[in-house]
Nanobody, 118 residues
């Protein structure tokens, strides 16, 4: 079983930055896609970014231009800039082998809280 562990969350003022990390118990390159999702209180889990083994990245419109996903063999990362209060959520990393973003997830981390205060 693959374990994913997120870190790097915290409290930041609006306009600030955070970098999330997700450590995997196996090579990140074992998966065709690694991704970040988030879930705010009372809302459904939202996909926000993917990176494929080719290095191609995909972003939700809500974070495009502000967030950047990257990875190396052991970890995936999410650089978050220009944070807004509406970015407040628990952030999760996940792995998949197909492009379908929900229902095909192989593994999930436990989540890390990000709070952007106004």
């Amino acid at each position: 079983q693959v374990h994913l562990v997120e870190s790097g969350g915290g409290l930041v003022q609006a306009g600030g930055s955070l970098r999330l990390s997700c450590a995997a118990s196996t090579s990140i390159f074992s998966f065709n896609y690694v991704a970040w999702y988030r879930q705010a209180p009372g809302k459904r889990r939202e996909w926000i970014a993917d990176i494929a083994t080719t290095g191609t990245t995909f972003y939700a419109d809500s974070v495009k231009g502000r967030f950047a996903i990257s990875r190396d063999s052991a970890k995936m990362y999410l650089q978050m800039n220009s944070l807004k209060p509406e970015d407040t959520a628990v952030y999760y990393c996940s792995t998949r082998n197909v492009h379908k973003r929900f229902g095909s997830n192989l593994n999930w981390g436990q989540g890390t809280q990000v709070t952007a205060s106004s």
